[in-house]
């Protein structure tokens, strides 16, 4: 099994930006695909972003243009930077990983956008 631990989350005004890390406990080189996925009160666990071993990036249509992923591999560490926030953004993040066709998830951090 696959530890991953996020940090990151917090209040943030609407606009503003926030980076989400998600540290992995073996080499993310690994893995064969890391990704984010959140889940808003009363709604269903949506993805948001997924990045292969081989570094090729995917974005659901709600955070394309406006979040980016990206990893460290020095680090173990996958990184989702979240900007033009909008309250519609607001959930629990959680990140993930795919190794030989299991599936692993982190506990999650909140992100709250809000004036």
């Known amino acids: 099994q696959v530890q991953l631990v996020e940090s990151g989350g917090g209040l943030v005004q609407p606009g503003g930006s926030l980076r989400l890390s998600c540290a992995a406990s073996?080499?993310?080189?690994?893995?064969?695909?890391m990704g984010w996925y959140r889940q808003a009160p009363g709604k269903q666990r949506e993805w948001v972003a997924s990045?292969?071993?081989?570094?090729?990036?995917s974005y659901a249509g709600s955070a394309k243009d406006r979040f980016t992923i990206s990893r460290d591999g020095a680090k173990n560490t996958v990184y989702l930077q979240m900007s033009s926030l909008k309250p519609e953004d607001t959930a629990i993040y959680y990140c993930?990983?795919?190794?030989?066709?299991?599936?692993?998830w982190g506990q999650g951090t909140q992100v709250t956008v809000s004036s």
């Open positions: 993930s990983s795919v190794r030989s066709g299991t599936r692993d």
């Open positions: 073996i080499s993310i080189f690994n893995l064969n695909v």
């Open positions: 990045i292969t071993s081989s570094g090729t990036t």
